[in-house]
């Protein structure tokens, strides 16, 4: 069985359409822990923002939130699904799987963006595009886990709007990138997952993977995107050959119920996989540690 935690957190992006990020935090969260049988545990954030500090947007406000997560992932007795909030939100839960599984544990980054920056390559300051480069070990020390995550381990799905610094890292194979090109089908994602030699997978779904025709209430949303049919088939896919040992759902910008509805199948395929995941734990990979 797992765990759902609402993180709320909106400062970690910068655009306007992130004050909607808290209402559809909760609708969206409120929605799987009905549709997957889960309570809903909200962990608390702060609502304000503070200046953006050595490169970060509320750099201060989003600490306070840190720690705040990381007292509930403490707590935690099973695998996490998060529901965000920005993505910010994942490089903690990011930290506990490596931290609870060792180093061959890999992650799988649904996103239209690379999430891949520091704050000295960060465009906009927007820690929701660093979430992922800070699970690797690089960037800002208060904000990078203590036990680094490997980007060769790491497969990028459906990414299409990089920043120049990330575009290099990705042209330079620090992580694989499976980008939607015509003829897509899932044997793309579970190619590279074998590929990356992953024991188990983190599995990030940022709502901007989607196309717009589907969903449109991702922050920042892209045309070109994937369906959700085809989000939750590759879920399914890679669920049946690695164990998926956490999850997290981000960048919901809606609480609007006719919208949100649309993602009933992939929260169903985020659940099985998870519940599969869990199944294959043995008592050496207990959840009884804690995690800084
Ligand atoms: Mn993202």
Same mark, same amino acid.
């Given at each position: 069985m797992f765990e759902l935690h609402a %993180?709320? *957190?909106? *400062?970690g992006a910068v655009v306007a359409k992130s004050s909607w990020l808290p209402t559809g935090c909760f609708a969206l969260a409120d929605l799987a822990g009905k549709v997957l049988g889960t309570p809903v545990r909200r962990v608390p954030v702060r609502a304000g923002t503070s200046p953006l500090v050595g490169g970060i947007a509320s750099r201060e406000v989003l600490l306070v939130n840190r720690a705040l997560q990381l007292t509930a992932l403490n707590e935690a007795r099973g695998p996490v699904l998060t529901i965000g &909030? @920005?993505? &910010? %939100?994942e490089t903690l839960p990011l930290g506990l799987v490596r931290q609870r599984f060792g180093p061959t544990v890999g992650v799988l980054w649904f996103d239209a963006h690379g999430d891949l920056n520091t704050p000295a390559t960060s465009p906009s300051g927007a820690y929701h595009g660093m979430a992922l480069r800070h699970a690797f070990g690089e960037g800002d020390r208060d904000f990078v886990v203590d036990t680094p995550l490997s980007p060769r381990r790491t497969v990028l799905v459906g990414a299409r709007v990089l920043d120049p610094g990330e575009q290099a890292l990705i042209d330079r194979g620090l992580v694989r990138h499976v980008p939607i090109e *015509? &003829?897509?089908?899932?044997s793309w994602v579970t190619g590279a997952a074998e590929a990356s030699r992953a024991s188990q997978f983190y599995l990030h779904i940022d #709502? @901007? %993977? #989607?196309d717009p025709s589907e969903f449109a209430d991702a922050t920042c949303p892209e045309p070109g995107g994937l369906l959700v049919s085809e989000v939750a088939d590759a879920v399914a896919a890679v669920a049946s050959i690695r164990p998926i040992v956490g999850a997290g759902i981000t960048e919901c910008a809606t609480d609007r119920h006719d919208r949100l509805r649309v993602l009933v199948p992939l929260l169903r395929a985020v659940g099985a996989a998870l519940r599969a995941g869990s199944g294959e734990l043995s008592v050496s990979q207990g959840w009884s540690s804690r995690h800084r």
């Amino acid at each position: 069985m797992f765990e759902l935690h609402a %993180v709320a *957190q909106r *400062q970690g992006a910068v655009v306007a359409k992130s004050s909607w990020l808290p209402t559809g935090c909760f609708a969206l969260a409120d929605l799987a822990g009905k549709v997957l049988g889960t309570p809903v545990r909200r962990v608390p954030v702060r609502a304000g923002t503070s200046p953006l500090v050595g490169g970060i947007a509320s750099r201060e406000v989003l600490l306070v939130n840190r720690a705040l997560q990381l007292t509930a992932l403490n707590e935690a007795r099973g695998p996490v699904l998060t529901i965000g &909030g @920005d993505c &910010g %939100v994942e490089t903690l839960p990011l930290g506990l799987v490596r931290q609870r599984f060792g180093p061959t544990v890999g992650v799988l980054w649904f996103d239209a963006h690379g999430d891949l920056n520091t704050p000295a390559t960060s465009p906009s300051g927007a820690y929701h595009g660093m979430a992922l480069r800070h699970a690797f070990g690089e960037g800002d020390r208060d904000f990078v886990v203590d036990t680094p995550l490997s980007p060769r381990r790491t497969v990028l799905v459906g990414a299409r709007v990089l920043d120049p610094g990330e575009q290099a890292l990705i042209d330079r194979g620090l992580v694989r990138h499976v980008p939607i090109e *015509q &003829g897509w089908h899932s044997s793309w994602v579970t190619g590279a997952a074998e590929a990356s030699r992953a024991s188990q997978f983190y599995l990030h779904i940022d #709502l @901007d %993977v #989607l196309d717009p025709s589907e969903f449109a209430d991702a922050t920042c949303p892209e045309p070109g995107g994937l369906l959700v049919s085809e989000v939750a088939d590759a879920v399914a896919a890679v669920a049946s050959i690695r164990p998926i040992v956490g999850a997290g759902i981000t960048e919901c910008a809606t609480d609007r119920h006719d919208r949100l509805r649309v993602l009933v199948p992939l929260l169903r395929a985020v659940g099985a996989a998870l519940r599969a995941g869990s199944g294959e734990l043995s008592v050496s990979q207990g959840w009884s540690s804690r995690h800084r």
